[in-house]
């Protein structure tokens, strides 16, 4: 699975849209972005994924690039329960449901 | 739709004990996974099944974890004798089938001190 590099953490005000960044520069043709999050002492929570097309949900929506090397997680509307920690991963779906987790990105909303 | 339960929620015990975890996944969903979470990082995918057979357990350390999953349904974890290094969040998650397209559904996870 192609390995991702996400920042360690960001802040974002309260209504405002939170970015998150995910380079994911080895990516191959079968494999999708995933975006989980994981909010504190719960376990991880899916959010959406994508191969190359943008998608949209009501959670979020995510952006690939054209060459599939990074993409954007966007919340358009950040609230105080979005605080968590966000993981962006790589993987071929026909490999079965095993995820890698990275560190993520810790995303601080305040007020 | 009822999600993961997992329990018990926290557990605290001393080294050389046993210990173990249970999981309910969501009715229906065929595979399950063990993931283990130290403090800090992501989780790291412990066991897989798909039914009642294990078939991803190349990460559980099987001199001391051991994972059945009866009737293909609940899932039991167990370590014995639980070492310090073991304290971490136990999470179990499921999904319908294999396919990583399909959203995993996690518990809360198992919170374990060894001491």
């Known amino acids: 699975d192609a390995k991702t590099t996400q920042p360690p953490s960001m802040d974002c005000a309260e209504g405002r849209a939170a970015n998150l960044p995910c380079n994911h520069s080895t990516i191959s043709g079968n494999e999708y972005v995933y975006w989980y999050r994981q909010i504190h002492s719960q376990g991880p929570q899916y959010i959406i994924h994508g191969l190359k097309n943008n998608e949209t949900n009501e959670m979020a929506s995510l952006i690939i690039t054209e060459d599939r090397k990074s993409s954007t997680l966007i919340l358009p509307h950040a609230t105080l329960r979005d605080t968590a920690v966000y993981y962006c991963i790589v993987k071929d779906y026909n490999q079965g449901g095993k995820l890698i987790f990275g560190q993520g990105t810790e995303l601080s909303v305040k007020p | 739709e009822a999600g993961v339960v997992q329990s018990p929620r926290y557990k605290i015990i001393e080294k050389k004990q046993p210990v173990a975890f249970w999981c309910n996944p969501i009715?229906?969903?065929?595979?399950l996974y063990w993931y283990r979470q130290n403090l800090g990082q992501g989780p790291e995918l412990l066991i897989r099944?798909?039914?009642?057979?294990?078939?991803?357990d190349s990460q559980l350390p099987k001199d001391r974890f051991s994972a059945e999953r009866l009737k293909g349904v609940d899932s039991t974890l167990k370590i014995q004798p639980a070492e310090l290094g073991d304290s971490a969040v136990y999470l179990c998650?499921?999904?319908?089938?294999?396919?990583?397209?399909?959203?995993?559904?996690f518990g809360n996870g198992t919170r374990l001190t060894v001491t």
């Open positions: 998650a499921s999904s319908l089938i294999r396919d990583s397209r399909v959203p995993l559904h």
């Open positions: 099944y798909e039914n009642e057979e294990a078939v991803d």
């Open positions: 009715s229906g969903h065929n595979t």
